[in-house]
T-cell receptor, first 113, second 109 residues
Framework: DVKVTQSSRYLVKRTGEKVFLECVQDMDHENMFWYRQDPGLGLRLIYFSYDVKMKEKGDIPEGYSVSREKKERFSLILESASTNQTSMYLC????????????FGPGTRLTVT | GQNIDQPTEMTATEGAIVQINCTYQTSGFNGLFWYQQHAGEAPTFLSYNVLDGLEEKGRFSSFLSRSKGYSYLLLKELQMKDSASYLCAVRSYDYKLSFGAGTTVTVRA
């Protein structure tokens, strides 16, 4: 089974702080994704990456950036955290195989005060 | 883009059957996924449909009609542990997934 880990389960940051959310996968998958999940809105794609040093904007990239320097690690960066970025953040990894199912990490619940 | 609709909540009795519907309007369709998510946990993969018809996997089955933009997830012989949120997701040609808001299923004894 693919294992996807995220650096923190819970995080509390202040408005204006720079925030790093780390995601690591152990199965050499090419594709990695960052979502946020909010009640009533479901999962929304922030950024994704098809390969090292490659990134593509998802549906809601504003206020976020990403970094993928190594295949196994995909980082989400909040340059200047705001209260509307309080959310559950989920990382996922997927192969390029036909099914292309995504495996999710446990999530990081970020609160910005 | 994608527009994906599913009911917000459903309640059923242990041992019963529940059907969760999902309708979608898409600019490009390349497969439909169902995920299960227990409270406070990550979503886990349940099923995948890319062709029309029924896919059965134990107590869970998923159906797809591409011409109608419609899918359902059927949960049979409901157990208490099936209480969770069920997420419908449509994959586009660029392999991005778009998710519905999820259906919370509550199983009562």
């Amino acid at each position: 089974d693919v294992k996807v880990t995220q650096s923190s389960r819970y995080l509390v940051k202040r408005t204006g702080e720079k925030v790093f959310l780390e995601c690591v996968q152990d199965m050499d998958h090419e594709n990695m994704f960052w979502y946020r999940q909010d009640p009533g809105l479901g999962l929304r794609l922030i950024y994704f990456s098809y390969d090292v040093k490659m990134k593509e904007k998802g549906d809601i990239p504003e206020g976020y950036s990403v970094s993928r320097e190594k295949k196994e690690r995909f980082s989400l960066i909040l340059e200047s955290a705001s209260t509307n970025q309080t959310s559950m953040y989920l990382c996922a990894a997927a192969t390029g195989a036909s099914t292309y199912e995504q495996y999710f990490g446990p999530g990081t619940r970020l609160t910005v005060t | 883009g994608q527009n994906i609709d599913q009911p917000t909540e459903m309640t059923a009795t242990e041992g019963a059957i529940v059907q969760i519907n999902c309708t979608y309007q898409t600019s490009g369709f390349n497969g439909l996924f169902w995920y299960q998510q227990h409270a406070g946990e990550a979503p886990t993969f349940l099923s995948y449909n890319v062709l029309d018809g029924l896919e059965e996997k134990g107590r869970f089955s998923s159906f797809l009609s591409r011409s109608k933009g419609y899918s359902y997830l059927l949960l049979k012989e409901l157990q208490m542990k099936d209480s969770a949120s069920y997420l419908c997701a449509v994959r586009s040609y660029d392999y991005k997934l778009s998710f519905g808001a999820g259906t919370t299923v509550t199983v009562r004894a």
